[in-house]
């Protein structure tokens, strides 16, 4: 009898587990893995994961607009110097380009960021010119770029005025544009020599009434009794030559600045002192590396200069991209976790390394120099830091033109004569891939071996 109910009592157990596992299982389908309720984005989540798993033997990428994807079968895009349809062909006779300014070292750090860093647009989403009301502009970003800068503690975002940009270079001549207006006489659009090429060439093409390029700074600063309006770019750090300019070089009532501190920011530099200049300009493309995305921002003290640069970029490109909005906040909120150490150190660590890497090479010729940098305390890192700028600003010590020197020895720099320097100067870019930058390395020691060959005989 006490054995009978024992089974009894058993099968019971054993029934009431079963039922209970049975209910668990059918619990975990309606609501189980989110991955298992993908709806409309699973399409699109399996296409992104297809074209990302492609290798490209590491000398490469596939992209979903790639070249091919209209065949359903996204190729691979080589990096400088490689080929071949896996990109494992290395093309020793290439000409290696160390010009463009495109920040592609941080595709490493982004890759290692992919589950957090991916965004999914619907094909709804945000379709009208604006954004939230009538604001262009989303207020979520404004926010996190606030908590960004307080953050890194190199400007003052506080009490300013955002304005987006389409990049920074929308902003650079809607400043000038802002500045210069009701002059009595052209103002005068200067930037001290070796300056970023685009100040020139922006204030050029579009030529006004209210405003004159007039060349390097320093110029002016020599001539007694200049007169009229000046309006003066500074770059800090400095593009080509990544050393800080705190100040114009033309001081008094009728100088205005504009700050440019695309490259303020701890990978570049050490961060001395939080800056809280009336017009600072800033870039996803230097901060993050999405220079593809084009989205830049100013900060201004002024709402009258805030209301004259945003009335250009209104009547310049009616807005910004939403798209490019809504990846720039999924970005700046991975780059806030943690306070930002994790992407600023990768990027420092790896830019300060390929500088000690050149300067070691470079220190042993003769025909060669680079520009000086020092170790500097950055408030940011809270120690002192080695230098880790993102351009090599190249002197050919005995040859006057640079760019030809360079280009027999395979290398594709920016010509000084770009930045209104001697063509003795070239810009060597330190911020693309690794591959680009070892292959650069490579070809800048074989120019240093050729010269202790040509010391022995
Ligand atoms: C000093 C400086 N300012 C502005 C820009 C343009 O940045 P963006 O890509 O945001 O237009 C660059 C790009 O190289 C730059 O070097």
């Given at each position: 009898?006490?054995?009978?109910?024992?089974?009894?009592?058993?099968?019971?157990?054993?029934?009431?587990?079963?039922?209970?596992?049975?209910?668990?299982?059918?619990?975990?389908?309606?609501?189980?893995?989110?991955?298992?309720?993908?709806?409309?984005?699973?399409?699109?989540?399996?296409?992104?994961?297809?074209?990302?798993?492609?290798?490209?033997?590491?000398?490469?990428?596939?992209?979903?607009?790639?070249?091919?994807?209209?065949?359903?079968?996204?190729?691979?895009?080589?990096?400088?110097?490689?080929?071949?349809?896996?990109?494992?062909?290395?093309?020793?006779?290439?000409?290696?380009?160390?010009?463009?300014?495109?920040?592609?070292?941080?595709?490493?750090?982004?890759?290692?960021?992919?589950?957090?860093?991916?965004?999914?647009?619907?094909?709804?989403?945000?379709?009208?010119?604006?954004?939230?009301?009538?604001?262009?502009?989303?207020?979520?970003?404004?926010?996190?770029?606030?908590?960004?800068?307080?953050?890194?503690?190199?400007?003052?975002?506080?009490?300013?005025?955002?304005?987006?940009?389409?990049?920074?270079?929308?902003?650079?001549?809607?400043?000038?544009?802002?500045?210069?207006?009701?002059?009595?006489?052209?103002?005068?659009?200067?930037?001290?020599?070796?300056?970023?090429?685009?100040?020139?060439?922006?204030?050029?093409?579009?030529?006004?009434?209210?405003?004159?390029?007039?060349?390097?700074?320093?110029?002016?600063?020599?001539?007694?009794?200049?007169?009229?309006?000046?309006?003066?770019?500074?770059?800090?750090?400095?593009?080509?030559?990544?050393?800080?300019?705190?100040?114009?070089?033309?001081?008094?009532?009728?100088?205005?600045?504009?700050?440019?501190?695309?490259?303020?920011?701890?990978?570049?530099?050490?961060?001395?002192?939080?800056?809280?200049?009336?017009?600072?300009?800033?870039?996803?493309?230097?901060?993050?590396?999405?220079?593809?995305?084009?989205?830049?921002?100013?900060?201004?003290?002024?709402?009258?200069?805030?209301?004259?640069?945003?009335?250009?970029?209104?009547?310049?490109?009616?807005?910004?991209?939403?798209?490019?909005?809504?990846?720039?906040?999924?970005?700046?909120?991975?780059?806030?976790?943690?306070?930002?150490?994790?992407?600023?150190?990768?990027?420092?660590?790896?830019?300060?390394?390929?500088?000690?890497?050149?300067?070691?090479?470079?220190?042993?010729?003769?025909?060669?120099?680079?520009?000086?940098?020092?170790?500097?305390?950055?408030?940011?890192?809270?120690?002192?830091?080695?230098?880790?700028?993102?351009?090599?600003?190249?002197?050919?010590?005995?040859?006057?033109?640079?760019?030809?020197?360079?280009?027999?020895?395979?290398?594709?720099?920016?010509?000084?004569?770009?930045?209104?320097?001697?063509?003795?100067?070239?810009?060597?870019?330190?911020?693309?891939?690794?591959?680009?930058?070892?292959?650069?390395?490579?070809?800048?020691?074989?120019?240093?071996?050729?010269?202790?060959?040509?010391?022995i005989f």
């Open positions: 009898m006490a054995a009978g109910s024992g089974m009894i009592i058993k099968c019971l157990l054993l029934f009431l587990s079963f039922s209970f596992s049975l209910n668990l299982f059918f619990l975990y389908l309606s609501f189980g893995r989110p991955s298992d309720r993908l709806t409309w984005t699973r399409t699109a989540a399996l296409e992104a994961e297809a074209v990302a798993s492609l290798s490209c033997s590491g000398h490469g990428r596939a992209f979903l607009d790639g070249i091919g994807s209209s065949q359903g079968k996204p190729t691979c895009e080589c990096y400088a110097c490689y080929g071949g349809s896996d990109c494992s062909q290395l093309l020793p006779d290439c000409l290696l380009d160390a010009d463009s300014g495109s920040l592609l070292l941080f595709e490493t750090y982004w890759k290692q960021k992919a589950e957090s860093s991916a965004v999914v647009v619907s094909g709804w989403h945000r379709m009208s010119y604006e954004m939230t009301g009538t604001s262009l502009m989303s207020v979520e970003l404004e926010r996190v770029i606030r908590q960004l800068h307080s953050t890194v503690g190199n400007a003052n975002a506080k009490r300013k005025f955002i304005l987006f940009g389409d990049g920074s270079s929308q902003l650079l001549n809607a400043a000038v544009h802002a500045l210069s207006h009701n002059s009595s006489s052209p103002a005068s659009v200067v930037a001290a020599v070796p300056y970023y090429a685009l100040f020139k060439d922006q204030t050029l093409l579009f030529k006004s009434e209210n405003y004159e390029w007039k060349g390097d700074a320093s110029h002016w600063n020599n001539v007694s009794g200049s007169s009229g309006k000046f309006i003066e770019f500074v770059t800090s750090p400095n593009n080509p030559d990544g050393n800080l300019r705190r100040r114009p070089l033309l001081q008094g009532p009728s100088t205005k600045a504009i700050y440019d501190y695309a490259y303020y920011w701890p990978h570049f530099t050490a961060i001395p002192t939080m800056v809280d200049d009336d017009i600072m300009l800033f870039s996803m493309s230097k901060l993050t590396g999405h220079a593809g995305s084009r989205l830049g921002w100013a900060l201004i003290k002024d709402e009258e200069v805030y209301h004259r640069m945003a009335s250009y970029t209104e009547t310049n490109t009616l807005g910004f991209s939403h798209e490019s909005q809504l990846r720039a906040l999924k970005l700046l909120k991975v780059v806030l976790q943690g306070g930002g150490r994790d992407m600023f150190q990768f990027g420092y660590t790896t830019l300060s390394d390929r500088w000690r890497k050149l300067s070691t090479s470079l220190s042993l010729s003769t025909r060669f120099s680079l520009q000086k940098i020092s170790a500097q305390y950055c408030n940011y890192l809270q120690r002192i830091r080695e230098p880790s700028p993102a351009y090599a600003w190249l002197k050919c010590e005995m040859d006057a033109d640079c760019e030809r020197v360079l280009r027999a020895a395979g290398i594709m720099g920016r010509p000084g004569k770009e930045f209104g320097a001697s063509s003795r100067y070239i810009r060597l870019s330190l911020i693309k891939t690794q591959d680009d930058f070892d292959l650069l390395l490579q070809r800048i020691n074989a120019l240093v071996d050729q010269e202790g060959v040509k010391s």
